[in-house]
T-cell receptor
Framework: RKEVEQDPGPFNVPEGATVAFNCTYS??????FFWYRQDCRKEPKLLMS???SGNEDGRFTAQLNRASQYISLLIRDSKLSDSATYLC???????????FGSGTRLQVQP | ETGVTQTPRHLVMGMTNKKSLKCEQH?????MYWYKQSAKKPLELMFV???????ENNSVPSRFSPECPNSSHLFLHLHTLQPEDSALYLC????????????FGPGTRLTVL
């Protein structure tokens, strides 16, 4: 079983749409949670950390449910520039390494 | 952005070659990481160095040999690689006290023929 599971997509949505990605993690010792964005053939870049109370950064909203070991990302008013692969990432307590999901690909169409 | 640089950016090598990947960070960090991203697989940790000591590693074949001579530089020495080792090799750095904030380099895209 993968430690971090994501639907690979692709999600094809029109500009202006709202799209949601989900992720589950298997390690109950996970302490820190993130969404990263990776453009084609580039390095991953931190989009936002995810906190238990939920958090928002502009058009992006992240939620964490520790009981269900579930993380979500909501993107409102999608832009063409949002097209990328979105990686769900966790870090286990006591470790420095990040554990990545395989990513969900988003394609925003005009 | 030039916080974490990697050289070369692209590398093609035969199975009998020996090569090295280099990573340099200009952020004053004291922890450095090697990750591997193969096609159709998630990014996965290879090694973690903190204060120039290896502190974490996954089950990585011995044909990959890391070296961290100081807190700004990290190398990955490659020898007798297999075609399935073709991947994007990413370096990252952080403060050892803040592993949640890792900065990634652009990666070296390696092809083993």
């Amino acid at each position: 079983r993968k430690e971090v599971e994501q639907d690979p997509g692709p999600f094809n949505v029109p500009e202006g749409a709202t799209v949601a990605f989900n992720c589950t993690y298997s390690n109950s010792a996970s302490q820190s949670f993130f969404w990263y964005r990776q453009d084609c053939r580039k390095e991953p870049k931190l989009l936002m950390s995810v906190y238990s109370s939920g958090n928002e950064d502009g058009r992006f909203t992240a939620q964490l449910n520790r009981a269900s070991q579930y993380i979500s990302l909501l993107i409102r008013d999608s832009k063409l520039s949002d097209s990328a692969t979105y990686l769900c990432v966790v870090r286990e307590r006591g470790r420095r390494a990040l554990t990545f999901g395989s990513g969900t690909r988003l394609q925003v169409q005009p | 952005e030039t916080g974490v640089t990697q050289t070369p950016r692209h590398l093609v090598m035969g199975m009998t070659n020996k090569k090295s990947l280099k990573c340099e960070q200009h952020l004053g960090h004291n922890a450095m990481y090697w990750y591997k991203q193969s096609a159709k697989k998630p990014l996965e940790l290879m090694f973690v160095y903190s204060l120039e000591e290896r502190v974490e590693n996954n089950s990585v074949p011995s044909r990959f040999s890391p070296e961290c001579p100081n807190s700004s530089h990290l190398f990955l020495h490659l020898h007798t690689l297999q075609p399935e080792d073709s991947a994007l090799y990413l370096c990252a750095s952080s403060q050892d006290s803040s592993p949640d904030t890792q900065y990634f380099g652009p990666g070296t895209r390696l092809t083993v023929l």
